[in-house]
């Protein structure tokens, strides 16, 4: 007997998609208020078109959360992306970084492992043949601080299967990424 496909997980992948292109689009065209960004949300074509309601639901919780928290999100990747300013940062990897650093921060439901390997998959989707290792590399930077407590969450990096393998945290980030 087979499991029944996990709808959630498939709702919320598709959420972080719609999530995604409405956050690319708002690249080009910032939003400034919190009704222009609801706006902007429910005049995205992606997010029309959409017919899952808890895709939908879960993408405009994380638009809306990456725009309350934007100044925050943009000075942790400028801090981790070795001097390259937001302004260099493609629009791809920048909506994929912002999107992914809300749920690493600011989602409690959301593992590490998780926002990380859902960011992988938007960069292997929408970005160029470097952008998979330039979000992973950051967001590996990011899930360190985490786990070592510099940020006050209490998140942590899946140690159960690092210590059966022998492998360090920025291993086992960095081979989710391949």
């Known amino acids: 007997m087979t499991a029944a496909p996990d709808k959630r997980k498939g709702s919320r992948r598709q959420g972080r998609t719609l999530a995604f292109q409405v956050l690319f689009g708002m690249g080009f065209v910032p939003?400034?208020?919190e009704a222009?960004?609801?706006l902007a949300f429910k005049r995205n074509p992606a997010v029309e078109e959409?017919?899952?309601?808890?895709?939908k639901s879960f993408a405009s919780q994380l638009v809306q959360g990456?725009?309350?928290h934007l100044p925050e999100i943009d000075?942790?990747?400028?801090?981790h992306s070795d001097h390259w300013k937001i302004g260099r940062i493609g629009k791809v990897e920048l909506a994929i970084l912002r999107l992914s650093l809300f749920e690493i921060?600011?989602?409690?439901?959301?593992?590490?492992?998780?926002?990380?390997?859902?960011a992988i998959e938007l960069a292997k989707g929408y970005g160029d043949e470097s952008s998979r290792a330039f979000v992973n590399g950051i967001l590996d930077a990011v899930a360190r601080a985490v786990d070592e407590g510099r940020f006050g969450i209490?998140?942590?990096?899946?140690k159960k299967a690092e210590a059966s393998s022998g492998a360090t945290s920025?291993?086992?980030l960095t081979r989710a990424a391949k």
């Open 154 to 158: 209490e998140k942590k990096i899946d």
């Open 50 to 55: 959409c017919e899952l309601e808890d895709a």
């Open 31 to 33: 939003q400034e208020s």
């Open 66 to 68: 990456v725009s309350e």
């Open 105 to 118: 921060l600011h989602r409690s439901d959301i593992p590490l492992k998780v926002a990380i390997n859902e």
């Open 170 to 172: 920025k291993d086992t």
């Open 36 to 38: 222009a960004v609801r």
């Open 75 to 79: 000075k942790i990747i400028g801090k």
